[in-house]
């Protein structure tokens, strides 16, 4: 089926304006044209076009029916949609007037609402005086109240002496609140000058109140009937005229109150119980009252500058006595005061900060003490006699024993307190001896600088020396057991670098005055006549013998480390002397000689120190025999070799010294020389950890320069 010509030339408005609906339509029109041509392709089936038609017909007119009502109705809503729009805008309309109107209204009455504010305003002054006006019969008889109070507590009626009281003070509380809710603070003064009275008036009736606390237990002893008037017995001890907190008054308070506390609560436990209904408890009251009365004793006592007496006597009654069978956990209070339910007396904070109090009183006086005992032993180191020596003739003086005893006794001190206290003394008494050894010290170079300007003075010098040796002996073995506890003896590093400092300047005290002894005859080393055989290490062999004597009387291990080093200053003193360039060998006679020199010199001495009790191993003399074969070598050209050896034995040395030796021969060409330090430059020696040096301390005297006349050639 196709369309008409007139179809397709009358086309609707509504065609032009929705060409979605057009092409919807042809669309429509193609598959129904699709459909028919598939159903009535044969001629037999034509004939069922009437039937097709007519069911068509039926469809689409229940379409169009269906599609109608559709509109009608949505029409319908539309329209009364509309109707409410137009009714809503009518009312919108009209509230505006109203609102119009009212805003006009309000503006007209403004002025009227000035005066409501007024009448507020009185209304309030209104409210208040009306207040004022209910309490004035009170406040016009308060000082009467306060008369009529006073007269009760005159007669003993602090009952109702206490009740007035408690209506004044309501009166004038609720009187100050008001004046605060109102913000009337500028008056409050006002009041509380008005109620000035009940200030003394408390005062009075809490006197009459402790008064009777104070004889309540004596009337429990005499006639317990009358103490059924006592309400209460707290604070009887605590409130007295300011006591003595020095050690000795303090422990007579403290031994005061441990002796009345457990006779009165003796008393509470065998008579007060029976005087009061059970269900009063009265035994666990007048203990915890008790406890915590004294808890703030306390507290009150410490905030005074107490000495250190004092301090240990608080922590030692607090911490040890007031827990303990002489106090609450008496014989005699048991079981019924359990001890265990008591608390302490003073916090854990409260206890490290007295403790801390208790140190720092005790340093000082630590101290102070130490000071006296220096300034004691720096006169004795002057005296016309020499020191004290122990039962083997070891020089010694007190010093150790009343440093080590001081410290000791206050450490066991501390222990009996509590094992805080103890370590806290403990490193106290380390971090003192630590200062006193650095003051020490600084004496003794004091001492020493007086003997350098003469050296009379004092007259026992070396064995004052030798006897700080022993104490700092005696001292260093003796620290480690100032601890009780021998898991906390270990003995911190840098005490035991002060005792080393401390032993090491006495040392080197001894050491210069060895070498002021030994300087001299150094000097005349060496000479024609040293080579020719002088006594003069013979001398020098009695000067160390001599020291040697003195030096056995310190303990062995400071002995033969002043043996060790008086070796080595002998021998870096012989060496020195040597390379002065006071001598050069004039012939291969002479440095035979020399050599024979040498040879004896060193023998001898070693032999002396083999004597005295050192090694030959460990000596150092041995850098004078190898300072021999250099001297002794026949041959110059085989220096080099023979200088090599030297310098890998000793490698301190340095091309100086290598060079005053090559002079001391005197038979060296300036090429020998040059090859031996060109040897020397390309064999850089490195010292070895333990290698105790020799000739770097030794300094050889500068190159004489050439003598030049003025505006002449050097010569």
Not at 527 to 548: P, T
Request: charged content about 25%; some cysteine.
């Amino acid at each position: 089926m196709g369309m008409s010509a007139e179809d397709k030339r009358t086309v609707s408005p509504r065609d032009e304006e929705w060409p979605e609906a057009e092409k919807a339509e042809k669309l429509a029109r193609g598959a129904a044209l699709k459909w028919a041509s598939g159903v009535f392709y044969r001629p037999e089936k034509l004939e069922g076009l009437g039937q097709y038609r007519s069911r068509e017909t039926q469809r689409n007119s229940s379409i169009q029916s269906r599609l109608k009502s559709t509109i009608q109705s949505y029409l319908e809503g539309v329209s009364a949609g509309l109707e409410q729009l137009r009714s809503a805008a009518q009312e919108v309309q009209s509230v505006c007037q109203d609102l119009g109107a009212a805003r006009w209204a309000l503006l007209d009455s403004a002025d009227r609402f000035q005066g409501l504010q007024q009448m507020r305003a009185l209304m309030a002054e209104h409210v208040q005086l009306a207040s004022v006006v209910q309490v004035l019969p009170q406040l016009f008889s308060v000082h009467e109240v306060f008369s009529h109070t006073l007269q009760l507590l005159s007669g003993q009626q602090l009952l109702e002496a206490h009740a007035e009281l408690m209506m004044m003070e309501h009166l004038r509380d609720d009187i100050l609140s008001q004046l605060h809710l109102r913000g009337l603070s500028s008056a409050q003064a006002t009041v509380l000058s008005y109620f000035g009275g009940l200030q003394e008036l408390n005062e009075s009736l809490a006197k009459q109140l402790w008064d009777i606390v104070g004889s309540s237990l004596r009337l429990v002893r005499e006639d317990p009937v009358l103490f059924v008037t006592a309400e209460t017995i707290t604070g009887a001890h605590f409130h007295g005229a300011h006591m003595d907190t020095e050690g000795s008054g303090l422990a007579r308070h403290l031994a005061a109150l441990q002796k009345d506390i457990v006779s009165e609560l003796r008393v509470v436990k065998d008579l007060m119980v029976q005087c009061v209904p059970a269900h009063y408890n009265i035994l666990s009251v007048c203990t915890v009252t008790y406890h915590q009365a004294l808890i703030s004793h306390l507290q009150d006592i410490l905030r005074e500058d107490l000495d250190k007496q004092a301090l240990f006597l608080l922590l030692e009654w607090a911490l040890r006595v007031y827990h303990s069978p002489e106090m609450m956990g008496h014989p005699d209070l048991l079981p019924e005061v359990d001890v265990s339910a008591l608390g302490p007396l003073m916090s854990p904070e409260l206890v490290d900060q007295t403790e801390r109090k208790y140190v720092v009183k005790v340093k000082a006086s630590v101290l102070e003490w130490m000071q006296r005992t220096l300034e004691v032993e720096f006169k004795e180191w002057f005296r016309e006699e020499e020191p004290e020596t122990d039962h083997q003739g070891f020089f010694q003086s007190a010093l150790p024993v009343i440093v080590m005893q001081m410290l000791n006794e206050n450490i066991r001190v501390a222990s009996l307190i509590t094992d805080s206290l103890q370590q806290k003394v403990y490193n106290m008494a380390l971090e003192e001896l630590e200062a006193f050894l650095g003051r020490l010290r600084e004496a003794l170079v004091q001492c020493g600088k007086e003997h350098q300007k003469d050296r009379t003075i004092p007259k026992y010098y070396v064995s004052y020396l030798l006897a700080m040796l022993n104490n700092n002996l005696a001292l260093s073995s003796s620290v480690s057991f100032l601890h009780p506890d021998t898991a906390h003896r270990e003995v911190p590093m840098s005490l035991r670098a002060a005792l080393d400092r401390m032993q090491k300047k006495a040392c080197q005290l001894l050491l210069e005055e060895l070498l002021l002894d030994l300087q001299p005859l150094c000097l005349q080393l060496p000479s024609r006549k040293w080579l020719s055989g002088s006594q003069l290490i013979s001398s020098m062999c009695e000067v160390i013998d001599k020291y040697a004597k003195d030096f056995s009387r310190v303990r062995k291990p400071v002995f033969m480390l002043l043996l060790t080093e008086s070796e080595l200053l002998v021998t870096s003193q012989y060496l020195r002397a040597l390379m002065q360039k006071k001598m050069v060998c004039k012939s291969e006679e002479e440095r035979g000689q020399l050599c024979d020199r040498l040879l004896q010199d060193a023998t001898q001495l070693r032999e002396l120190f083999c004597g005295l009790g050192l090694d030959q191993s460990q000596q150092s003399l041995e850098a004078v025999f190898a300072l021999r074969e250099l001297i002794c070598l026949k041959d110059p050209a085989l220096l080099s070799l023979e200088v090599l050896g030297f310098i890998t034995k000793y490698p301190d040395v340095s091309d100086e010294h290598i060079s005053t030796l090559l002079d001391l021969r005197g038979d060296v060409s300036k090429e020998v020389r040059h090859m031996v330090l060109e040897m020397m430059a390309q064999h850089p020696q490195v010292l070895p950890e333990r290698y105790r040096p020799i000739f770097s301390t030794i300094l050889v005297p500068a190159p004489e320069l050439p003598f030049c006349l003025r505006k002449g050639k050097c010569a």
